[in-house]
Nanobody, 114 residues
Framework: QVQVVESGGGLVEPGGSLRLSCATS????????IAWYRQAPGKERELVAW???????VYVGSAKGRFTVSRDDVKNTAVLQMNRLEVEDTAVYYC????????WGQGTHVTVSK
């Protein structure tokens, strides 16, 4: 079964850090760039960052300089390390293939608040 499962979210104060994980199954992981997306309350889902098959990385907007995306091609997992979190980072975070999307997982909730 083709699927992704996100985990690692939680409540954190501004300036804090969280490490999100993405477990995948059902497809050849090493063939695909993996992306992280987020959807804040009342907003559309947006791309945050992605990592290519050659481990090249791209960060979008406010993720630059604060977030780091990585992948483990043995475990078929991806990680989004988020540092210096801001209230505006509050959202449900999802992972998926960058291209040829598969059904979305449940996501993992990130809340940044004092």
């Amino acid at each position: 079964q083709v699927q992704v499962v996100e985990s690692g979210g939680g409540l954190v104060e501004p300036g804090g850090s969280l490490r999100l994980s993405c477990a995948t199954s059902g497809f050849i992981f090493t063939n695909y760039a993996i992306a992280w997306y987020r959807q804040a309350p009342g907003k559309e889902r947006e791309l945050v960052a992605w990592i290519g098959v050659g481990r090249e990385t791209v960060y979008v907007g406010s993720a630059k300089g604060r977030f780091t995306v990585s992948r483990d091609d043995v475990k078929n997992t991806a990680v989004l390390q988020m540092n210096r979190l801001e209230v505006e980072d509050t959202a449900v975070y999802y992972c998926n293939r960058l291209n040829a999307l598969i059904p979305w997982g449940q996501g993992t909730h990130v809340t940044v608040s004092k």
